[in-house]
């Protein structure tokens, strides 16, 4: 049950950032952008567009990181630095990706493995399956 419920979890958490991330990875570029917006009641999200190849681009991220400054440091108007896929632009992120690749992929790990843990303790210490274990809950006669 644990292998079932960590793999389930890794693939549902980790299909959201990691493929993108990935794609960005495998065709790197990027360029500079200006920032459109500031909303910190939407989850502090950045608006930022960019200029590919003539295109202009937009993005909505509530990630930012290295290069760039923080959240709180950023304004309208200021200069960042978008990293895109080569190929499709419009897959860009607001940080370094190869490293936000790895902290995106360490918290998919830590969840994957959690989460699952957790579960099958409670299961087992709401069905009394810690006595068959010799742990918690046995009783003592008097």
């Keep these: 049950m644990w292998l079932v419920l960590a793999c389930a979890i890794g693939l549902a958490v980790g ?9 960005i990875n495998q065709q790197p570029a990027q360029v500079e952008g200006r920032v459109t917006a500031k909303l910190p009641e939407n989850h502090q999200l950045i608006g930022v ?15 930012v990181g290295a290069p760039n400054p923080n959240y709180g440091s950023v304004q309208v108007g200021d200069r960042v630095m978008v990293f895109y896929e080569r190929t499709r632009p419009q ?3 607001l940080a370094d990706p190869a490293r936000r690749f790895r902290d ?23 069905s009394g399956g810690m006595r068959a274990l010799g742990g918690a809950g046995r009783s003592r006669e008097l």
């Design 15 to 23: 299909s959201f950032n990691l493929p993108p991330l990935l794609a």
């Design 49 to 63: 567009e960019y200029v590919v190849d003539g295109t202009v681009y937009a993005l909505r991220s509530s990630f």
């Design 91 to 93: 897959n860009a992120s």
């Design 104 to 126: 995106e992929a360490a918290a998919v790990l830590v969840a994957a493995l959690a989460i699952p843990t957790v579960i099958v303790f409670v299961n087992l210490l709401l």
